[in-house]
């Protein structure tokens, strides 16, 4: 396709009328902050909320950096940094032309050369959506895991570090060095308390290379803490005829949303940010009862959905958020074992919440696979489901609807769908769920006590805990011996 043909600067006073684009000069706009891990989800929530203030400041541009791989943000660099936002529902689609990532980088490619950007003076944010896996963290205990290969490169090797925490600490001792000032790192990753996470993972990683530099940190950097929500499954070659028949123009790079967009932030900061809040972002002195609300209910419920859908046949989150019984166990999920566990965020209802979820689930416009949600199982259940179990056996409570989700998983980790085809199970443990199916082969209780035996997933309580492991057992057997429809058939009907 010729360039003239292509999404770029030149082509935005050509694009239709109903197609939003910025009100701004895009190549006007400086860099202020620097996105570790810019994936459809970074632009199609914390790019957004740069676009809207972009009129009002321009000095809030992004550095987009790509981690793993320069698929990423070829394309953007061949567009200007521009790409489309097309947004669905039941009604249809709108289209949104974004402009604020002003500049991309490809980490591997020279990671000192990233270490200097987030060194620049002008650079006073780095946000991050890197996922769970990629804090090189134990998620059983949030704590740096010092095993880690890209840790112990990165300690060995500070001037060319490969790991998120690992350029964090590196970009801050050049700030330390040079006197650029303080930074504000805002995690945007689905972790319980991310910003002290975080905070934590960077404080450890400092102490190791030397007390002074840990110490500046403490005192030069803040952590706020965040829940983000916006529902962005993967593009599709699918959508892209889609973008050109809105644009007109060829869009390598649109990302798909659903109208839904939140961002909750911790009011704590060491130097100057946007101003988010004029974008609609909610700044609150205490942001865990929003986030654990989400981790719960929404992402928890979404596990739920893609781990029991997967195997029920279902290949997206909406097609089985339809399935009448797996949607009655999510309701009944959430009402009776996860929302006695949770406290109200302010102005929020939390039944109401809930009921949202449900329809948000169910949007046919967005195809947002089942096995895209089903990834990194053993960096997101800690968080997603653990924490809830946890609580709910302190208390004394039910956890039938939450250990059912845990057998879930465990049925889709040991590799094999309920026709006997292989599961492509993608995580960072994937080797040792295979090494556990293959010990085990269809006992029920060995596979359980395989996974319950990863301490890095369960910690030493659950998998001693009689009351978690049988429930677990019991429905894994049941799930191994009569698949998904006959269980849910047999659990919804006893409760």
């Not at 202020?32 to 203030?53: E, Q, S």
């Not at 689609?93 to 987030?118: H, I, K, N, W």
């Not at 949030?142 to 090797?157: F, S």
């Not at 997933?457 to 009351?467: C, E, T």
Request: glycine share 8%; with cysteine.
């Amino acid at each position: 396709m010729p360039d003239a043909a292509r999404l770029a600067l030149a082509a935005l006073a050509r694009l239709p009328g109903p197609v939003a684009r910025p009100r701004y000069v895009p190549a006007e706009l400086r860099v202020g902050i620097v996105h570790l891990g810019l994936g459809a989800f970074a632009r199609a929530h914390a790019a957004v909320f740069a676009d809207d203030l972009a009129a009002r400041d321009p000095h809030w541009g992004i550095c987009g950096v790509s981690m793993k791989t320069p698929r990423v943000i070829a394309p953007l660099a061949a567009q200007d940094g521009l790409y489309t936002l097309l947004v669905r529902d039941r009604r249809g689609s709108s289209a949104r032309v974004v402009g604020s990532v002003r500049e991309t980088m490809f980490a591997p490619a020279d990671p000192g050369a990233l270490v200097r950007r987030m060194a620049d003076p002008e650079v006073r944010v780095v946000t991050l959506t890197v996922t769970e896996k990629g804090y090189c963290h134990d998620p059983a205990t949030g704590r740096l895991n010092a095993g880690h290969p890209d840790v112990v490169h990165d300690l060995a090797h500070p001037e060319a570090p490969v790991s998120a925490v690992g350029l964090l600490v590196a970009a801050l001792d050049e700030r330390r060095r040079t006197g650029a000032g303080a930074l504000n790192v805002v995690c945007c990753d689905n972790l319980p308390h991310n910003g002290r996470v975080v905070e934590g993972l960077v404080s450890a990683f400092a102490q190791a290379r030397s007390r002074e530099l840990a110490d500046w940190i403490a005192a030069h950097a803040a952590f706020p803490s965040t829940m983000v929500d916006r529902i962005v499954p993967a593009t599709t070659a699918a959508d892209l005829p889609e973008v050109e028949r809105l644009l007109g123009v060829h869009d390598a790079a649109p990302v798909v949303a659903e109208p839904f967009l939140q961002w909750v932030i911790e009011d704590r900061f060491a130097a100057a940010r946007p101003a988010w809040e004029e974008a609609g972002a909610e700044l609150v002195r205490d942001v865990a009862p929003f986030e654990t609300m989400k981790l719960r209910l929404l992402n928890g419920s979404h596990s739920t959905l893609a781990y029991l859908g997967f195997l029920a046949g279902h290949a997206t989150i909406a097609q089985a958020a339809e399935d009448p019984a797996l949607r009655r166990l999510v309701e009944r999920q959430m009402a009776e074992e996860i929302v006695p566990t949770l406290a109200s965020p302010p102005g929020t209802d939390l039944a109401r919440y809930s009921a949202t979820l449900i329809e948000r689930f169910r949007n046919p416009a967005l195809p947002h696979k089942t096995s895209q949600v089903a990834m990194d199982g053993s960096q997101k259940l800690p968080q997603r489901l653990l924490g809830t179990v946890r609580d709910r056996l302190a208390g004394g409570g039910s956890i039938r609807h939450l250990s059912l989700a845990v057998a879930g998983w465990m049925r889709y980790a040991s590799g094999l769908d309920e026709r006997g085809a292989r599961i492509e199970v993608s995580d960072p443990l994937a080797a040792r769920f295979a090494e556990i199916s293959v010990a085990a082969g269809t006992n029920a209780a060995k596979i359980a006590r395989g996974f319950l035996a990863l301490d890095t997933v369960f910690g030493p309580d659950l998998a001693a805990n009689p009351a978690f492991a049988g429930a677990v057992t019991r429905h894994l057997d049941s799930l191994l011996a009569r698949g998904v429809t006959a269980t849910l058939d047999a659990h919804l009907g006893k409760t």
